[in-house]
């Protein structure tokens, strides 16, 4: 067992499901926004809005920005500890990465909460 | 006349690594390439390569032949020569000792900590602990992995993290003992495995079911595996 404290369920089995989970999340976000669009070809501001402004369309945006942001976490966690190691890099590659890993988890909720005082400001 | 490419690397007197270019009369045969690093082997005797069975059953002599890993006694120069050029490397990842010899001290150490054995500590029966047919059947397909280390040597997720991902040879291995009905040590196991490296830094890139000498496929085992950790802890 190796313990890990900066991957996000520190479970190998939790994140390979937030990782199916979030992708699945987002196919349906994608499936839905472009649907939508072939669907309205002559949308205009006040319908993408009014769209955009109500409270489901709020909670799935959030949803899939929640996703984006646990599958960027899992997937940029498995790419820092793949390559940036001593194995690869030398006996710095500790301190760069643990300021890689917690620079990109500052940056991935940041955007969460970006996006949620845009999603709650239409 | 074929011509073939080979690493050399002796530590003691070599500063790097440098490929040496021999020829090799073949007479026009589909020999084994053992075959041919035994007559290069004749020629040139500082040529260092590990090799016993001959017959892919040992697993000594894997190699990374014109690309690919394969066992070097069972893999036919038909089906690695390209252009009449033979180009033989050690397995990637692991350090060279020298030449085309590897210290597999890491990929043994993976091996070791998936526990190898049967765990069982019930009162042994009489005669042997029986399965039925149904329950030997499973572990075909696993079973018949001989160690050469084609697999894990072909997967980047253990070139990057060797010390940490089991690789397919060793989770090809665990799962031959989670499958065993005789084995009772099943919520152990999985708990062992059950961190972001073990199992999970396997994405599925297939290489070690492509390199597999014995046409095993450790992609398969380590989704049974993961399937197994779902159905315990969910």
Same mark, same amino acid.
């Given at each position: 067992?190796?313990?890990?404290?900066?991957?996000? %369920? +520190? !479970?190998?089995?939790?994140?390979?499901?937030?990782? +199916?989970?979030? @992708?699945?999340?987002?196919?349906?976000?994608?499936?839905? &926004?472009?649907?939508?669009?072939? @669907?309205?070809?002559?949308?205009?501001?006040?319908?993408? @809005?009014?769209?955009?402004?109500?409270?489901?369309?709020?909670?799935?945006?959030?949803?899939?920005?929640? !996703? &984006?942001?646990?599958?960027?976490?899992?997937?940029?966690?498995?790419?820092?500890?793949?390559?940036?190691?001593? +194995?690869?890099? %030398?006996?710095?590659?500790?301190?760069?990465?643990?300021?890689?890993?917690?620079?990109?988890?500052?940056?991935?909720?940041?955007?969460?909460?970006?996006?949620?005082? &845009?999603?709650? %400001?239409? | 006349?074929?011509?073939?490419?080979?690493?050399?690397?002796?530590?003691?007197?070599? =500063?790097?690594?440098?490929?040496?270019?021999?020829?090799?009369?073949?007479?026009?045969?589909?020999?084994?390439?053992?075959?041919?690093?035994?007559?290069?082997?004749?020629?040139?005797?500082?040529? =260092?390569?590990?090799?016993?069975?001959?017959?892919?059953?040992?697993?000594?002599?894997?190699?990374?032949?014109?690309?690919?890993?394969?066992?070097?006694?069972?893999?036919?120069?038909? =089906?690695?020569?390209?252009?009449?050029?033979?180009?033989?490397?050690?397995? *990637?990842?692991?350090?060279?000792?020298?030449?085309?010899?590897?210290?597999?001290?890491?990929?043994?150490?993976?091996?070791?900590?998936?526990? *190898?054995?049967?765990?069982?500590?019930?009162? #042994?029966? #009489?005669?042997?602990?029986?399965?039925? *047919?149904?329950?030997?059947?499973?572990?075909?397909?696993?079973?018949?992995?001989?160690?050469?280390?084609?697999?894990?040597? #072909?997967? *980047?997720?253990?070139?990057?993290?060797?010390?940490?991902?089991?690789?397919?040879?060793?989770?090809?291995?665990?799962?031959?003992?989670?499958?065993?009905?005789?084995?009772?040590?099943?919520?152990?196991?999985?708990?062992?495995?059950?961190?972001?490296?073990?199992?999970?830094?396997?994405?599925?890139?297939?290489?070690?079911?492509?390199?597999?000498?014995?046409?095993?496929?450790?992609?398969?085992?380590?989704?049974?595996?993961?399937?197994?950790?779902?159905? =315990? #802890?969910?």
């Amino acid at each position: 067992m190796i313990t890990t404290v900066t991957s996000l %369920g +520190r !479970s190998g089995l939790s994140d390979w499901l937030v990782q +199916r989970v979030s @992708a699945f999340v987002m196919t349906a976000y994608l499936v839905f &926004i472009v649907g939508y669009l072939i @669907a309205n070809p002559d949308l205009n501001y006040s319908q993408w @809005a009014t769209l955009n402004s109500s409270l489901p369309m709020r909670m799935f945006s959030l949803l899939t920005m929640v !996703s &984006i942001a646990a599958h960027a976490w899992i997937g940029m966690w498995c790419v820092l500890t793949d390559y940036i190691t001593e +194995r690869l890099i %030398g006996p710095k590659a500790t301190a760069i990465r643990i300021f890689f890993q917690l620079g990109m988890i500052a940056v991935t909720m940041l955007y969460v909460i970006w996006a949620i005082d &845009i999603l709650w %400001g239409i | 006349m074929l011509n073939v490419s080979i690493y050399r690397y002796n530590p003691e007197v070599d =500063s790097e690594p440098y490929m040496q270019d021999y020829q090799v009369d073949t007479q026009g045969k589909d020999v084994m390439v053992l075959d041919v690093l035994e007559k290069l082997k004749v020629e040139d005797p500082s040529l =260092s390569f590990r090799r016993s069975c001959r017959e892919g059953v040992c697993g000594s002599d894997g190699l990374n032949i014109s690309g690919k890993n394969g066992l070097a006694c069972i893999t036919p120069l038909s =089906s690695a020569v390209k252009g009449n050029k033979l180009v033989i490397r050690p397995l *990637p990842g692991l350090p060279v000792i020298r030449d085309l010899v590897i210290d597999m001290s890491q990929f043994y150490a993976q091996y070791e900590k998936i526990q *190898p054995y049967m765990i069982n500590n019930s009162p #042994a029966p #009489a005669i042997e602990r029986l399965q039925s *047919p149904e329950e030997r059947a499973k572990l075909d397909g696993l079973y018949e992995c001989i160690l050469c280390a084609c697999c894990s040597t #072909a997967c *980047p997720s253990f070139w990057w993290n060797p010390e940490k991902f089991i690789g397919p040879s060793g989770l090809l291995q665990a799962y031959r003992f989670l499958a065993d009905s005789r084995d009772t040590a099943t919520e152990e196991r999985l708990a062992n495995l059950d961190d972001p490296f073990s199992v999970f830094r396997c994405h599925g890139i297939m290489n070690c079911v492509q390199v597999c000498p014995k046409g095993l496929n450790p992609t398969k085992a380590i989704g049974h595996i993961r399937n197994m950790l779902v159905r =315990s #802890a969910t």
